[in-house]
């Protein structure tokens, strides 16, 4: 398995979410705080403009137009903090310190912000101000304010800083999150990069300890232990393996000799001869059982993988189709080998050439006389298919899981030489080489599929090979 981009590693994910999630708070923080203050401030506005609302309401009420217009010039040229403009029905000044009725939108009651211009020496400044508007007795308006513009300013200033603060808070964090996850990605490829030497069959790599003490040495501590234990395992399994193949294979071969040897001082017409024959031939079976197990062992072990090497599938095939083309046409089976271009694995040629022999021989046993068998090599997206498809009986669906299992063995098959392991071994081999055996309808017979991965497969160079001789056409 390829390992993943580093943007898109755990490490750096989780640096990312929790920067985002603490730019996030910050900002909703610094917007809450905000927020707040300004509708704090603006209460304590709104409520000294109310007061003199109410307090210049009182005086028009005493005094009439002219004591009110009197009271509003003597706040304006004494330069206080309001700002205040009193008008007719047309919105001509009477008095106040603002030069014209602002633009505004206002309702009765409300408060209402506006742009007003202030004169600062020769010329003049746009300033920012929150009043309200109350309407007197004769259609006279009567504008009371507050000078804001040093808030507005630093709305403006809030508005326009907070999504560049987060943005560079985020590519700091990125930034920051990059620098502190490279050693912590560093580490887990090198668990990765020991890993994948393991499962080439390097059961002597370890994971690199740094003597931290952190939990990444407890962690490579703790698999080195499990991989000393398997590797006494292997080692014990190869020992155990080699044994019972010297102890057992080697009485057995003599015993199928000294049968051979009483077959030949016999005559084939005694009835000894016959008893003797049929032993023999339990023995062959006994001999092919022993060798399957051994053989199925051996791959679940993953004790071929030392011997992993470059693979061109068309060899295998090429040399099974040898063994097995003439068997075929013997039968009266048509046997054909699809054109291919190369197909390079990284695998154990004796391993898979067992399986396919296992896959080519079912399916000439069980594909009667006038049928035909085709062998080929296809390039697929999620890797190279070596396929084996005939148009013999086949596998009913519901059997198909069922007979990758030891000694199964169907009705079908029951008078049929055979031990029940053949599927059982190519399930192995795939294994090891994390493949995939499929088993579909032909329409008619069965499609047998060994997929190779991409990872187990190499990038091939497109060249064509040479057919086999195929069985006559009379045969197929």
Sequence with gaps: MRAPSFFRTIAFRIV??????????????????????????????????????????????????????????GRSVRGTAGLYLLTDLLHRPIAGNLDGWPLLMYEPGNFVEFNYERRVGNGSALRR????????????????????????????????????????????????GTVMSRNLVARLDSINDTSREIMAGDLSRRVPVRNTGDEFDILATNLNRML????????GMREVTDSVAHDLRSPLNRLRNRIDAALRRLSPESA????????????????????????????????????????????????????????????????????????????????????????????????????N????????????????????????????????????????????????????????????????LDLADNAPGLRATLLFPHETAIRPALRQITTPAAVPAAAK
């Excluded at 072990?301 to 011997?307: N, P, Q, T, V």
């Design 16 to 73: 990312f979410i929790y920067i985002a999630i603490f730019a996030v708070s910050a900002a909703g923080l610094v917007a809450f705080t905000y927020w707040n203050t300004k509708r704090e401030l603006d209460a304590q506005t709104d409520q000294t403009i109310d007061s003199e609302i109410v307090g210049l309401s009182e005086r028009y009420q005493q005094l009439g137009l002219g004591g009110l217009a009197n009271v509003i010039m």
């Design 129 to 176: 101000a929150r009043g309200r508007v109350l309407t007197l007795t004769g259609g006279f308006q009567l504008l009371v304010a507050r000078d804001i513009h040093e808030r507005h300013e630093t709305v403006r200033l809030f508005s326009t800083t907070i999504p560049w603060s987060l943005l560079l808070m985020l590519f700091l964090g990125v930034v920051g």
């Design 228 to 235: 000393d234990r398997i590797e006494r395992l292997m080692r």
């Design 272 to 371: 000894e001869y016959a008893e003797i024959e049929s032993a023999a031939v339990e023995i062959d079976q006994l001999i092919a059982t022993f060798n399957a197990l051994l053989l199925i062992a051996e791959a679940e072990a993953g004790m071929a993988r030392e011997a992993m090497a470059r693979v061109d599938l068309r060899d295998v095939v090429e040399g099974i189709a040898e063994l097995y083309g003439a068997l075929a046409e013997e039968k009266g089976v048509g046997f054909e080998v699809a054109p291919s271009g190369e197909a390079m694995i990284l695998g154990n040629k004796r391993l898979i050439a067992q399986a396919l022999a296992n896959l080519v021989d079912n399916a000439i046993k069980y594909t009667p006389e006038g049928g």
């Design 373 to 436: 068998i085709r062998v080929s090599i296809e390039s697929r997206p999620t890797g190279v298919a070596l396929v084996v498809a005939d148009t013999g009986i086949g596998i009913p669906d519901a059997d198909r899981a069922r007979v990758l299992d030891r000694f199964v063995r169907l009705e079908a098959s029951r008078h049929s030489p055979g031990t029940g392991l053949g599927l059982s071994l190519v399930v192995a081999v795939a294994k090891l080489h994390d493949a995939k």
